[in-house]
């Protein structure tokens, strides 16, 4: 086999770069995915603010408001803040985690959108959010202390908030891949798979296996933050900052899957027989 030469290399780290480039490739007539990154990027511009200024300030008012109305937990929804269903998937509070989101959202939105158009894609966006925050607290409130007991381990006495855009992409990626199984996406924005190796139809589900593996052995670890409840108060010291720890939401990432393929077969897959697609 003859050496490759330098412009093959050349060649195939061009062809990559095009592969990589290609999942920001977001048609500007789609202000759907444009306006949910800038809502992305406004909430979590407030986040930077709010926390700067409880930590500058000692002042703690707009920190505490942002925990009660834009996070996720059995808490808020117990003190009747059901918005926070919602709200919480458009929440992001480090730079890594709206990065990582933002980049499957580009990847993802525009074809799915496509696909749905407008109404169903925020029908399958938001619905996908309230089965993610739902099923992120019905695990962390009550599965998982079960879960403790039945295996002799010790309880967890801190509250679970749960942020970020994860279970509505996954439900919306989930949707894409059970009516396109075949069609390919690349991993890491590098190595090309099938979509259906998201919901396991022909390769097991990559992600939804280490999601249900993770929940069973407490190896769960989505960006949602374990914390101490903060009081009322706005003093900075009620603040657990150093209290907080970010964990993969395997709960929510599953809930939002199960509403993805919840929705094809129930809306998507009659309308593809009917037009007689499949």
Known sequence: MSPISRQ?????????????SSNFSVDSSNKVVYSIVA?????????????????RFRDGRLYYFMY??????AQNLKEGRVWTLVTS?????????????????????????????????????????ISASLSSISY?????????????????????????????????TTAFACVYPMSQYSLFFVINMPA??????????????????????????SLAFVMIAPSQSTEFASYPFADQTGRFDS?????????????????????IRIMGRR
């Open 8 to 20: 093959q290399t050349r060649g195939m780290a061009n062809n990559a770069l095009q592969r990589f």
């Open 39 to 55: 809502i992305n990027i406004a909430v979590f511009a407030t986040w930077q603010y709010a926390e700067e200024n409880a930590k």
């Open 68 to 73: 009660r109305n834009f996070t996720n937990s």
């Open 89 to 129: 998937a458009f929440s992001h509070k480090e730079w890594y985690h709206i990065i990582l989101n933002t980049m499957v959202l580009l990847s993802f939105g525009d074809p799915v959108w496509r696909m749905l158009g407008t109404r169903k894609f925020l029908a399958v966006y938001l619905g996908s959010a």
């Open 140 to 172: 962390y409130a009550y599965l998982e202390p079960y879960l403790r007991r039945i295996q002799n381990k010790q309880k967890s006495n801190s509250i679970h908030y749960s942020m970020g855009a994860s279970g509505s992409l996954m439900g919306m």
């Open 196 to 221: 259906a190796a998201l919901i396991g139809k022909g390769p097991p589900s990559t992600y939804m296996v280490a999601d249900v593996f993770g929940l069973l052995c407490f190896f769960q670890r």
């Open 251 to 271: 709960a929510g990432h599953l809930g939002g899957g199960l509403f993805g393929a919840a929705y094809y077969f129930t809306r998507l897959r009659p309308l």
